[in-house]
C-alpha cells in the first residue's frame, strides 16, 4: 500500500519572505505591528511557519492564523527609550511572540 499523503510543518526563524494565507491576505506570523504584545519594539515581519502539503484523497478546507487576541487581564510593563527619556509602557500579552497557523484538512 502506497501512502499518498504527506503533511509538513516547520518553523523558520531566519528571515524569510511573507507569504499568504489567502490571495492578497498577509501572512506574517512574527508581526511587531500587528501584535500588541510586540508594538514597543522596530518594525519587523516575519513569515515562520509553513506548511508542504501533499494531498490526495484529502483537500485543506481551512488555514487559519491563531494567537492573535490578547490575553483578558493580563499585561506587562516595558521601559522604552522615547526622545532620550525612558517610558513605562504597559502592553496586554498574546499567547505567543507570534501567532500560529492551524492547518485543517478533510475528505475530497
Known amino acids: 500500500m ?7 510543518h516547520y518553523v523558520m526563524n531566519g528571515s524569510m519572505p511573507g507569504g499568504s494565507l489567502r490571495l ?7 508581526d511587531t ?18 506548511f508542504l502539503c501533499n494531498l490526495h ?15 483578558a487581564s493580563l499585561t506587562y510593563c516595558k521601559e ?13 500579552v498574546l499567547p505567543s511572540d507570534h501567532f500560529g497557523l492551524l492547518l485543517t484538512i478533510g475528505s475530497k
Open 33 to 50: 505591528k500587528s501584535n500588541s504584545t510586540l508594538s514597543a519594539n522596530c518594525t519587523l515581519q516575519k513569515c515562520l511557519d509553513w
Open 57 to 71: 484523497d484529502f483537500k485543506i478546507t481551512s488555514i487559519d492564523m491563531i494567537g492573535r487576541e490578547a490575553i
Open 80 to 92: 522604552k527609550k522615547v526622545r532620550k527619556k525612558l517610558t513605562n509602557l504597559v502592553l496586554p
Open 2 to 8: 502506497i501512502n499518498r499523503m504527506a503533511i509538513f
Open 24 to 30: 492578497g491576505e498577509k501572512g506574517w506570523m512574527y
